[in-house]
């Protein structure tokens, strides 16, 4: 786990590969470097969490609000990734970027992201309380997430159960400011699993034998500043599977009850017959 997490962190720094344009449309160019997984493709978590430093890199001084990501096609490990970030607007207090990544073999994501500098002003908010922190015990594995999380459900259990999974999560001490690059890898991990909760014998172990699936759209937004290395926890439910696509929503909150983050996604879950 702490190689993966150094190694995410490596992924995190994206280099520069130059200016591409000029004026307010200009785009800036970034390679960044793949996961060492065993695995062909590459986990959209990471292709997240790049849009993110790719966005921060670009207009420093403004946080992302809102990242709205489109998977075009599959990302191949044994290559880099290829970013353009086109300025389609920057004002003093708010910016829009188009970000596209591609490989060799073509365009495989792109992403909508909003930035904002940070503003004063009321503040309300009326969500359940993530309740109590769960204890040591419940301490749980997920292959992908290289730091700590609890959890009392089970997404590998093939019984019927609600559309409903949370789980909370801990990073080692890093700086803040990769606190929504960090989340953004997070929640791309587990809203296919909750949405196959309510069929009886399949879980999401399946993928490639009971089903095939894949994400197609992942937004993310960010509501206020906070920290992963904090406690914070992260609620999905999956109010909709049909027509072979899954539809998931989820908040992210700290353990005093700030809501800081909110995401939703779209996949293909196709089950085989």
């Known amino acids: 786990m702490a190689d993966l997490w150094s190694n995410l962190l490596d992924c995190l720094e994206l280099s520069p590969s130059g200016d591409l344009g000029t004026g307010e449309s200009t785009t800036a160019g970034f390679e960044g470097r793949n996961l060492d997984l065993e695995y ?12 993110v430093e790719a966005a921060r890199s670009v207009c420093p001084d403004k946080s992302v609000k809102s990242m709205h990501s489109v998977f075009s096609k599959e990302g191949r490990a044994d290559g880099p990734v290829h970013y353009e970030v086109a300025r389609q607007h920057e004002g ?14 073509g365009v495989i994501a792109s992403a909508a992201v909003s930035m904002h500098v940070p503003e004063g002003g009321p503040e309300l908010q009326d969500i359940a309380g993530p309740g109590e922190l ?26 019927a159960s609600p559309p409903q999974f949370e789980f909370w999560m801990r990073t080692p001490q890093v700086d803040a400011e990769l606190a929504p690059a960090l989340t953004a890898y997070a929640t791309d991990l587990n809203v296919i699993g909750t949405a196959l909760l309510p069929l009886e014998g399949y879980s999401q172990t399946g993928n490639g034998t009971a089903f095939n699936s894949a994400v197609t759209t992942h937004t993310v ?22 027509g072979s696509r899954s539809f998931g929503r989820g908040d992210v909150l700290t353990e005093d009850n700030r809501l800081v983050a909110s995401f939703a996604q779209e996949a293909l879950v196709r089950i085989r017959p």
């Open 92 to 105: 003093r207090s708010f910016a829009s970027l188009l970000i596209t990544a591609r490989q060799p073999h």
């Open 221 to 242: 937004w960010y509501h206020q500043p906070f920290r992963t290395d904090d406690w914070l926890l992260v609620r999905q439910h999956s109010p909709l599977l049909t």
């Open 134 to 159: 769960l204890t040591e015990a419940d301490r749980t594995d997920f292959s992908l997430i290289p730091w700590e999380i609890r959890t009392t459900g089970d997404l590998n259990s093939t019984a």
């Open 40 to 51: 062909h493709r590459l986990f959209g978590g990471q292709l997240l969490a790049q849009f």
